[in-house]
């Protein structure tokens, strides 16, 4: 069987075809992309269409079923670590993904409240009018069996601002959908309510993206005997992988690009799937300072001779709404995936997956650290960035790659002397 690593790119959207990733018309789609038309219907001033590769990760089993992961990313080596760890992680049984719950929070900021106490009173009291009326500015999402779950209030005094506050919350169940502008709706529609019963001034209703009602962990855990890598035996590579996960947590540098790591696999696919990767972002770094200190979003620990990876964190996806239906490459993304978009439990499904991910890459980051450097996987993605930077075309890439890699420095003056002596070298030849 060809293998879709050695493949050329064009043979690659045969493969997908041939091995039911994706049906023909969604591949021919994707050939097309998506229409400066379309773009222009998204976002304002649109006169281009800013492309980003995208490529399929393989070996993801997640909660016993498999899956071929669409990924949009620019930065090398992230597929091929996401589909290296998962190889490791799916010999051991794969991850499990749980998911806490699946709301959205949203709140109306009020100021200048003439008495806190007796508003908190009114609006306890007056819980259901709230909810009504909520459910009133989207009704849709009620019939759709979703809605508001709860409602809470607090008082901000004015003890590190000048300003204090009365924040009403609400968390919705928002069904298949991330979820913003239902949020901003209901939030909006509240308003003018809470201003009536307050006596107070709204200054704002938005949803919030640290979305702590929307928490997924996912775990896996991989014995000694599966971990052996490169030179180094499973134990040895846990021992270490789990003292670098404690670093993540004890030092703030480290745990950025710790995060970071996890982000590059969260990021690609949330992307591909026409999610808010911004939302996503957000939403995690605030869960990685929770208890008032940035640390590590997973830990790794030694547990009955295996290695235990776990993270926990909110993903505020949808697999509906947005530009999710427009964008042709966010369709084919729930294809491959075979995630049906809009079904019941498909977000959560998407979410369980997109932990996953991230900690897939997280591991495969952490192994690569601990073992050989990270440079090291690198150096050949380099060599051809590198010699795509100089201007080599495809038929020259490989023969300046072979060279750079010899090269005592791999720099961008090397790539261009090299490159100029192939051509050289061709033009005699001839
Ligand atoms: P939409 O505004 O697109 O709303 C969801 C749509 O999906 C609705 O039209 C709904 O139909 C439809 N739908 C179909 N099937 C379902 C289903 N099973 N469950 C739920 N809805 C369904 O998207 P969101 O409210 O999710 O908002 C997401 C967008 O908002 C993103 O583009 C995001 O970038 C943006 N945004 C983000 C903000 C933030 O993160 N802070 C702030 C503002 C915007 P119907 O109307 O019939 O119910």
């Given at each position: ?210 979305a702590t009602n929307s928490l997924v962990t996912t775990r896996c855990s991989v014995?000694?005997?599966l971990l052996k890598y490169k030179k180094i035996e499973g134990e040895e590579l ?193």
């Amino acid at each position: 069987m060809r293998r879709f690593y050695t493949s050329r790119p064009e043979k690659r959207l045969e493969l997908v075809v041939e091995r039911s990733y994706a049906q023909e018309e969604t591949v021919n789609s994707l050939k097309e992309g998506l229409s400066l038309d379309l773009a222009d219907q998204m976002i304002e001033n649109a006169f281009g269409i800013y492309g980003l590769p995208y490529g399929l990760a393989f070996n993801f089993f997640v909660n016993e079923k498999e899956y071929v992961v669409p990924m949009a990313t620019e930065e090398p080596s992230v597929i091929a670590a996401a589909s290296g760890a998962a190889k490791t992680i799916k010999s051991a049984g794969g991850f499990k993904s749980h998911i806490h719950s699946r709301q959205m929070i949203g709140q109306v900021a009020l100021i200048d409240i003439p008495h806190a106490d007796q508003a908190i009173q009114i609006i306890e009291n007056q819980e259901d009018v709230l909810i009504q009326a909520a459910h009133t500015s989207y009704p849709s999402i009620v019939k759709r069996g979703g809605g508001v779950r709860s409602l809470s209030v607090e008082y901000l005094p004015a003890t590190e601002t000048e300003q204090d506050f009365l924040v009403v919350y609400l968390s919705v169940d928002t069904q298949e959908a991330m979820g913003a502008n239902i949020l901003n709706t209901m939030l909006e529609g509240i308003s003018p309510l809470l201003e009536e019963m307050t006596g107070g001034t709204a200054l704002m209703g938005i949803l919030s993206n640290y979305a702590t009602n929307s928490l997924v962990t996912t775990r896996c855990s991989v014995p000694f005997d599966l971990l052996k890598y490169k030179k180094i035996e499973g134990e040895e590579l846990a021992q270490k992988i789990s003292a670098a996960s404690q670093l993540a947590q004890s030092d703030v540098y480290r745990a950025t690009t710790h995060n970071k790591g996890i982000m590059n696999g969260v990021d690609a696919l949330v992307l591909a799937t026409g999610n808010d990767w911004r939302a996503v972002e957000a939403g995690m770094h605030a869960y990685a300072a929770r208890d008032g200190r940035y640390r590590g979003l997973s830990r790794w620990w030694i547990e009955d001779d295996c290695l235990v990876g776990e993270m926990t964190a909110p993903l505020a996806i949808g697999t509906v709404g947005g530009s999710i239906k427009l964008h042709p490459y966010a369709q084919a993304s729930f294809e491959i995936l075979n995630i049906e978009s809009g079904q019941a439990e498909a977000a959560n499904e998407l979410a369980g997956l997109i932990a996953a991910l991230g900690l897939a890459q997280n591991f495969a980051a952490l192994r690569a650290l601990v073992s050989e450097g990270i440079q090291k996987g690198h150096m050949a993605l380099q060599a051809k960035s590198l010699a795509i930077s100089v201007g080599a075309e495809a038929d020259e890439v490989q023969a300046v790659v072979r060279q750079l890699k010899l090269a005592k420095s791999m720099n961008q003056a090397t790539a261009q002397t090299i490159l100029d002596q192939h051509r050289k070298n061709k033009k005699e030849e001839i």
